[in-house]
């Protein structure tokens, strides 16, 4: 029987019917950008709503407080967007497939608009959608002015928000809340405060991973809520948001909403069966870690990838201070040539030859990849398929 935790509310519901999943807490962790963080972490479900999350409580805020300190977004290409490869290998920012999917579900649209970014970062995403929207003004919202000189540089920018969403007095046709919701105590309250600084008409656009495709959602510390599909649909639901459409086919292992002032859904019923999802994953990536140690005792030994999955594995094999990792291998030509503490970021043709590359990838991404992967040198290996 799954202990509960009676003195902590659920993230969205606010029923106090959480119940934590077991074994979690042994498993190291990641920062959302990418940097290793150990072990310590709660994971719960609520037996109400079934949305998986972390606890807030004052170890949590502590543990935030010191990864925003030192936050460096896209630190392994100097601050260039992620790239999403495409089947056929080619590179995409991932706003660019954000952009496609605003325009092509919101053909109405104002000549001249107005938009916000939420958790605008360095702008990377504000740039793309001002390329789209030539006409519109753009205003960003962040934690700290910090990044005000990168964000005026970009055409159609006027204005960064750094206080409460509450003290926005403009009103916008695009709010984009790309990578924000995870990180929050009160994600439906910040959906609701989001809809308070729209137009009538506007558009709403939340981007969040889907932990139902990718368990390493689970690892990345800061990452507060877990959303699937379903609990994503509910959470919008109850802020009092109309939906448009909510699809986890925009991008790979995240999930897209669109929504506006509209009516409002009845609450649907949140999807059974998150506490064995949260049960699977931690089993799964346990499993995968084992296979990565033993695979790490190869004298040449590499990791595939430099974003969250890889860097999570380095720091749960020890980091610098174990030195099994003897470089990490990329397709990303923005990361290629750089160092991550100190160990080169390779081209899959800059493999050595006698080399083992433990690639943490998922079912998707090994279908993908491992075709191309088998052309270049050293040998690879994969985990078990997730899903299943």
Not at 21 to 37: A, H, I, M, N
Not at 102 to 124: K, T
Not at 131 to 140: H, N
Request: charged share 20%; proline share 6%.
């Amino acid at each position: 029987m799954p202990k509960e935790l009676k003195s902590h509310n659920c993230l969205i519901c606010i029923e106090d019917r959480l119940a934590v999943v077991d074994g979690f807490e042994t498993l190291s962790r990641v920062t959302s950008d990418c940097r290793p963080w150990p072990a310590g972490g709660l994971l719960a479900v609520c037996q109400a709503c079934y949305t998986i999350q972390k606890i807030p409580d004052q170890k949590w805020m502590d543990e935030v407080d010191r990864i925003y300190a030192n936050y460096e977004i896209y630190h392994q290409a100097a601050g260039g967007e992620q790239k999403v490869f495409q089947t056929d290998g080619v590179a995409r920012p991932r706003s660019d497939h954000l952009v496609d999917c605003f325009l092509q579900n919101v053909p109405d649209r104002p000549d001249h608009g107005a938009m916000i970014d939420i958790g605008c970062g360095n702008g990377v995403a504000l740039k793309n959608f001002g390329k789209a929207l030539p006409g519109w003004t753009l205003d960003g919202h962040e934690l700290s002015d910090k990044v005000l000189d990168a964000l005026s540089q970009i055409s159609g920018f006027q204005s960064l928000h750094t206080g409460d969403l509450s003290a926005i007095s403009e009103r916008y046709h695009l709010a984009t809340v790309i990578h924000v919701l995870e990180h929050v105590p009160m994600p439906v309250a910040t959906l609701a405060d989001v809809m308070a600084l729209m137009h009538p008409d506007g558009c709403i656009l939340v981007e969040v991973p889907n932990v139902a495709a990718s368990p390493f959602d689970l690892v990345i510390a800061d990452h507060l809520t877990h959303f699937t599909k379903e609990t994503l649909h509910y959470a919008a639901v109850r802020s009092g948001m109309g939906i448009e459409m909510v699809s986890d086919q925009v991008l790979s292992k995240e999930l897209t909403l669109l929504g506006g002032l509209g009516k409002t859904e009845a609450f649907p019923s949140g999807a059974k069966g998150g506490e064995k999802l949260a049960e699977n994953a931690v089993t799964w990536l346990k499993s995968l870690l084992d296979g990565a140690l033993d695979a790490s005792t190869e004298p040449v030994f590499g990791l595939f990838g430099s974003s969250i999955a890889s860097q999570w594995l380095y720091g749960a094999l020890g980091g610098a201070t174990e030195d099994r990792v003897k470089f990490f291998v990329d397709e990303d030509v923005d990361r290629v040539g750089r160092k991550i503490d100190g160990i080169p970021i390779i081209a899959p043709s800059q493999v050595p030859e006698d080399a083992i590359i433990f690639a943490p990838l998922l079912a998707g991404a090994i279908a993908t990849l491992a075709p191309r992967l088998e052309q270049s040198p050293g040998t690879y290996l994969y985990p078990s398929i997730w899903p299943a």
